[in-house]
């Protein structure tokens, strides 16, 4: 689950980690009372989505050129004067009115957003600062490692995956010790690697810190700040933050809970979760309905080996109801983008043959206008086959995953 940005700074300036003052608005009224609220002078405008690059992105009217704006997000064409971006300077309440006015119910388009981007309904309106540096600070889950990892780099400002790519000896990595946090050596080593020292090396040290404390105790799974800056006066603070927490910790957070923002998130892995399903909209043609995650991986891959595209990951679980598999095929079946949908079910508590009783309902129920491909193994197989076979429905049965996934890719170019 992600947050905006002003929620993020919310939760770490909560949990000791500093960051600049800020007011969000809604409106540009709002900005220009905010501006004067924070006491004027250089003042950031900031749009708030659930994207990076912001300061590079292209605000345009819903139906404007989003691939132009995409191109000028992305550096392969100039910014044409007069351009809205997604973080605007201003120096007084008529300027943060318009900076707010330019982005507010505009879509803002940037590297990570693609070319949909996404639609501006918040600006966080935010003190600007005399910066002296930019560092980067950041925490995430290391697989390899099994633990979280801090992450320093005096690159800030830049795309980390640059940085890793192009200079790798210039990213600090502090390895965290999930029940004892930072160490304060630790703090001492990252202070030292990004070059601090005297009261900015202090201060620094708090927040690295608090940083990790708050990744710890809230369950998150991402924790970036870029740019860290210090300030001409030695401050160290967050000037921009994203967060990532882990989905299935949210019942321990409501408070992080209820920041969702549904506007952000997509409609239909939003109504597959109230279902409890695992739900993952990709770019392909094929809907997969599967059990069980690495099955599911599986077949995205052998669709994919065969010539076709998937057109999302769904997991209907290893104990899935009747109710929850029909849920699954109206989700599948809403989007206009799929073009045959492949079942590939491996019955252990999840029976073979309510997977077959749960499809035919939907079929009788949706209008399935696409080729369906079912392969059933596991427990009552041979009754779950029996059902489809004699149903009388357009159903292309399947031996083995292999014949599945050439069934259904062949079906789908014999169906365009």
Known sequence: ??????????????????????????????????????????????????????????????????????????????????????????????????????????????????????????????????????????????????????????????????????????????????????????????????????????????????????????????????????????????????????DNAMFRHPDIAAMLDPAEEDAAELRAGKSGLSFVSLDGNIGCLVNGAGLAMSTMDLIQYHGGTPANFLDVGGGANKDQVLEAFRILLGDPKVKGVLVNIFGGIMKCDTIASALLAAYDEIDFRVPLVVRLEGTNVEAGKKLLSESGRKIITADGLTDAAKKIVAAVKGAA
């Open 1 to 246: 689950m992600k947050v905006h940005e002003y929620q993020a700074k919310e939760l770490l300036k909560g949990s000791g980690v500093a960051v600049p003052a800020g007011i969000v608005a809604t409106t540009p009224e709002q900005a220009g009372e905010a501006y004067e609220s924070l006491g004027g002078g250089l003042i950031v405008i900031k749009a708030q989505v659930h994207a990076g690059g912001r300061g590079k992105g292209v605000a345009v009217d819903p139906q404007g050129d989003r691939a132009l704006a995409l191109e000028i997000a992305s550096g392969r064409k100039p910014r044409p004067k007069g351009t809205a971006g997604g973080v605007q300077l201003v120096k007084s309440k008529a300027e943060a009115a318009a900076a707010a006015a330019s982005l507010l119910g505009k879509t803002l388009v940037t590297y990570q957003t693609g070319i949909e981007g996404s639609r501006v309904n918040k600006v966080l309106v935010t003190v600007g600062h005399e910066i002296a540096r930019e560092l980067y600070l950041g925490l995430a889950v290391d697989r390899g490692l099994q633990c979280p990892v801090l992450m320093a780099s005096t690159e800030g400002g830049v795309e980390i995956e640059t940085v890793a790519h192009e200079h790798p000896e210039k990213i600090h990595r502090e390895p965290i010790d999930v029940g004892l946090g930072l160490g304060d050596f630790q703090a001492r080593k990252i202070s030292k690697a990004l070059g601090l020292s005297g009261k900015a090396a202090k201060n620094g040290e708090v927040l690295f810190k608090a940083l990790t404390r708050f990744f710890l105790d809230q369950d998150a799974s991402l924790a970036e700040i870029n740019p860290l800056i210090v300030t001409d006066k030695d401050e160290v603070l967050a000037l921009d933050c994203k967060l990532t927490f882990d």
